[in-house]
């Protein structure tokens, strides 16, 4: 009896030896880079994103940007036979996504060990390591910074942002500009973003940043869905949506896409009607509360959020709306902020990155709805983005010496399109009086 209970104990530790990858789910799954040509391309491959579920990880542009896009050991053969038939080249990115996370992973660990000085935002730092360092800076400046919390994630996490500002927010002649990071839970390298532009503004500010301090107010959110990026990483690397549970609507899938959950054309265009898709809506607008919360700092500041930006991994692009195709009344405008900030961030570039591409969402991508993006514009911020940061054509495992460089480049961004909406801000509040 004893050898009997013993035997499966010992069979189930070599196949835990054998088998005890972290990413086992995505084994044999490949990553295909695939080179638009052309809008129909784009439209093909969309086309195929639904209908073999594919998991599009980068969205090409046409003649600039490959498609970066996952597919299952099961669809691989319709998947390339569908691209072969249009003659849509194509080429393999990684063979074995289970086999390049793990190398990733070990990458990540060896990288920790050479920067142990490393900053909380030149890393990829856990819900509670964020939490921990926004209530630090708060306690360390109390006159310049207000820690929120703005309530609780579906998993009851505390979902917390920062005010900045040299006037406690009582300056009504101040534009605010409102950052949010993570709303999708696997685009790791957004939230750096975040706590770098914090960083920026209130632990090492330089000279010729004195007046984004001085004469903006700020609000930086730097992990909008906690639930989802700590699932991340303990289960599921490429985790997008919320962790949300309502079985009364369906037992069996978690989450919505929480870009995807906002009350503008709520369940119309770009949106999957699986509950276990990565673009599902859920069954209501606000249905979770992490939407909730950012629609709440919206109304909260309406009259003075000049600028939004909903930060994202990757694709090189600022984006506006609407996702219906309909552009808002000021679009020059939005075009004009959105390429002043494009192109200060293309001025620091590495070489091998691909240059910004600005404009309406639905023109250079695809159609949507109930985005962040889309919400902010629809409620009256005259400036409302989504930002898709550089990926390096690496999908969302950016490797970590890059962080920098993006927190870096992408403050030159925030910088000049704060400085140029708080323009806007002045002409639009002396036509006003
Ligand atoms: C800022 O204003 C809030 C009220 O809106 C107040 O509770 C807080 O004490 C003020 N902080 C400082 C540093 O004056
Ligand atoms: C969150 O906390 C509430 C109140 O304590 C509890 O009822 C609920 O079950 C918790 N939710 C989760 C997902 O743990
Ligand atoms: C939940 O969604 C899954 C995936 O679409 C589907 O297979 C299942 O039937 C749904 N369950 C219910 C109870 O609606
Ligand atoms: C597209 O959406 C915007 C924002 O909700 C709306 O104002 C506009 O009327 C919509 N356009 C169409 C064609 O429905």
Request: aromatic residues 12%; contains cysteine; charged residues 25%.
């Amino acid at each position: 009896m004893a050898a009997m209970k013993i035997f499966p104990i010992v069979i189930a530790l070599c196949l835990g030896v054998v088998s005890a990858g972290k990413h086992d789910i995505y084994s044999g799954y490949t990553t295909y880079k695939v080179s638009l040509r052309d809008r129909s391309d784009q439209d093909i491959l969309h086309d195929l994103e639904l209908k073999l579920d594919l998991d599009v990880w980068q969205h090409g542009l046409p003649g600039n940007v490959d498609a970066i896009v996952m597919v299952s050991p099961q669809n691989k053969d319709d998947f390339i036979n569908q691209l072969d038939e249009n003659e849509i080249p194509h080429s393999v990115h990684l063979e074995d996504i289970a086999k390049a996370f793990e190398e990733h992973d070990a990458k990540m660990e060896s990288w920790r060990k050479t920067r142990k000085e490393r900053k909380v935002f030149e890393d990829y730092p856990r819900y509670s390591e964020v939490d921990e360092y926004l209530i630090n800076i708060a306690e360390q400046y109390p006159d310049l910074v207000t820690i929120v919390d703005a309530g609780l994630s579906f998993e009851n996490r505390s979902i917390k942002y920062l005010k900045i500002s040299t006037t406690n927010f009582t300056d009504n002649s101040k534009p605010i500009y409102f950052l949010d990071a993570t709303i999708h839970a696997r685009e790791w390298v957004t939230t750096p973003v975040a706590l770098y532009s914090i960083y920026r503004l209130v632990e090492d500010l330089r000279d010729e940043d004195r007046d984004l301090r001085e004469d903006i107010d700020w609000i930086i959110l730097p992990i909008v869905n906690p639930d989802g990026y700590e699932y991340t990483h303990t289960t599921e690397r490429l985790w997008r949506r919320t962790r949300s549970y309502y079985p009364e609507i369906n037992e069996t899938c978690y989450g919505v896409d929480a870009n995807r959950n906002f009350d503008v054309n709520f369940n119309t265009v770009g949106i999957s009607s699986d509950p276990c898709g990565n673009t599902y809506p859920g069954h209501l607008a606000f249905s979770d509360p992490e939407t909730r919360i950012v629609r709440d700092i919206m109304f909260e500041y309406l009259d003075r959020i000049q600028l939004y930006l909903n930060v994202h991994s990757q694709g090189y692009l600022i984006l506006y709306g609407y996702g219906n195709l309909t552009l808002p009344e000021n679009s020059i405008q939005i075009f004009h902020v959105g390429s002043t900030m494009g192109a200060a961030i293309d001025a620091h570039k590495l070489p091998e990155a691909g240059f910004y591409r600005v404009g309406n969402s639905a023109m250079l991508l695809y159609t949507s709805s109930g985005s962040a993006q889309d919400y902010g514009q629809a409620v009256g911020i005259p400036f409302s983005y989504t930002l898709e940061l550089p990926g390096y054509g690496f999908g969302h495992q950016v490797p970590p010496e890059y962080i920098n460089q993006i927190n870096f480049e992408t403050w030159e961004g925030i910088a000049a399109s704060a400085r140029l909406s708080k323009l806007y801000y002045e002409a639009r509040t002396k036509t006003n009086v």
